[in-house]
């Protein structure tokens, strides 16, 4: 069996690696998993008798300083040396501290953001052979003891990595980095004031099921399943019942004033962009990457990578730019922001499922969950836009997927994404002398063919240098 996948997992990447990206990084998971599993087995003990002196209180708070101050710098230097060249990245950069000084503001409890928070064993709550056995526990487990979390808030996010939107794999990454960042980022808006009750076996005991076998379990759970579906559909209509008559307001109120289409996401198009900005999009840009972010936060993401999607295919389908002054798509970093900011379910909508779900569970507290909905909505979207704003720090430009000189040396007979950029490139080069015909600079300079491709791409786009 494992002969078997070996096979198929080197087959998969030495076809397309890029293909099997998603593929190989599971697979690393598992394989490091895999090796924790062994060396706990064989040293565990070990480990645990060398490691026993640093369970000492002022011990492990210097170690904790200094591999704060370690990461600080590394983190200073790392952004020196990576953006002396692209300095845009910093802009992303300074967009993650502005979200986190927005949230920080909007803290409930600002003095005990730096409390320690307490811990709780996963096999506590769900047993030692269960979480050895399941995948989605060993991520919770590592992000338990790096981020210091409780056992129930740590599963809940790593569960959600592997329900959530993992269809391509720029989303699972996204994915990946949205759990360590809801877990800070909810400490910060909502931290702990006193200890947490799930410390010890006691506070997340769980009494057994009163069900007498499998068939009587599976009954009652569809039986109580109704409730909660039913109650979560009653919420999500009411909300977007009460968006669409907002959005129809104000679209009545705008042809009052001939504002055609006038909307909360035409709104967010504008009041957004300055946000978008920050986040490492350029300007000409914002308006399009601010309208879908309000896209998914107003309606959903779906909608949102939807539209997306369009302006991805305007973009490799060599559709020029701009027209009659209107830009037709984004640039590929911005795409690959904008694909990022999306990758979450933090949207109105999501406050009907997330009351209607949880208040069937917990019906009396449905008073402190009604509260508390509004900043988790708040903060789940201010994740989803740090993920981006990391993005923006880590994206680095290809560089042309084509060589122009060559690929306009030959004829060309549709619009694409590559001949849009090197007859761009082509008119930049070209300068008009009159009755002398045209000149060229750069690489197309005493070539043959330069006039001809400059024809050939006349036939395609407009541009001044064009006869």
Avoid at 133 to 138: I, M, R, S, T
Wanted: net charge neutral.
């Amino acid at each position: 069996m494992e002969e078997a996948y070996a096979a198929y997992f080197l087959a998969a990447c030495i076809l397309d690696f890029q293909r099997a990206l998603a593929l190989f990084v599971l697979t690393c998971l598992v394989l490091l998993v895999l090796v924790h599993r062994a060396l706990k087995s064989v040293f565990g003990k070990t480990l645990t008798r060398c490691l026993k002196p640093f369970e000492n209180s002022c011990l492990k708070l210097w170690m904790k300083r200094v591999f704060a101050g370690v990461a600080l710098v590394g983190l200073i230097l790392w952004l020196a040396l990576d953006t002396a060249q692209r300095p845009e990245q910093l802009m992303s950069f300074a967009g993650i501290c502005m979200f986190i000084l927005i949230l920080f503001a909007c803290s409930k409890h600002h003095s005990a953001i730096f409390l320690n928070y307490t811990v709780a064993g996963s096999s506590f709550v769900f047993g030692d052979t269960l979480v050895k056995d399941v995948f989605a526990f060993q991520v919770a487990w590592f992000l338990q003891i790096t981020m210091g979390t409780t056992a129930t808030e740590t599963l809940a996010v790593a569960g959600n990595i592997f329900v959530g939107m993992i269809e391509a794999s720029s989303l699972i990454s996204a994915s990946v980095m949205a759990a360590p960042s809801a877990l800070a980022l909810s400490k910060l808006v909502y931290p702990e004031v006193e200890e947490s009750k799930f410390k010890n076996k006691e506070g997340v005991k769980l009494p057994r099921g009163k069900e007498s076998n499998i068939l009587e379990a599976a009954s009652n759970g569809a039986t109580d399943a109704i409730g909660l579906a039913t109650n979560v559909a009653a919420n999500l209509i009411a909300f977007l019942a009460v968006l669409a008559f907002v959005n129809a307001a104000l679209t009545w109120l705008g042809e009052l004033v001939d504002i055609q289409g006038l909307t909360f996401q035409v709104i967010c198009s504008y009041i957004l962009r300055p946000m978008v900005f920050m986040m490492g999009v350029e300007w000409a840009d914002c308006p399009m990457v601010a309208e879908m972010v309000g896209i998914k936060f107003f309606t959903n993401e779906f909608v949102a990578y939807q539209q997306l999607s369009q302006y991805k295919s305007k973009r490799l389908s060599g559709v020029e730019e701009w027209i009659g002054g209107e830009k037709q798509w984004i640039s590929v970093r911005a795409e690959t922001i904008t694909t990022f900011s999306l990758c979450g379910f933090a949207n109105f909508s999501s406050i009907g499922i997330t009351l209607g779900g949880l208040t069937s569970m917990v019906p009396h507290r449905k008073s402190d969950l009604s509260k508390i909905v509004v900043r988790a909505l708040f903060t789940g979207a201010c994740v989803s836009l740090i993920s981006a704003c990391v993005a923006g720090i880590l994206y680095v430009p290809r560089g042309a997927e084509a060589d122009c000189v060559s690929f306009l040396n030959t004829s060309f007979t549709n619009r694409t994404y590559e001949a849009y950029v090197c007859c761009r490139e082509l008119f930049q080069s070209t300068s008009l002398n009159g009755t002398n015909g045209p000149s060229f600079s750069g690489p197309w300079e005493n070539k043959e063919f330069s006039a001809i491709a400059l024809a050939n791409c006349c036939d395609f786009y407009t541009n001044a240098v064009c006869p």
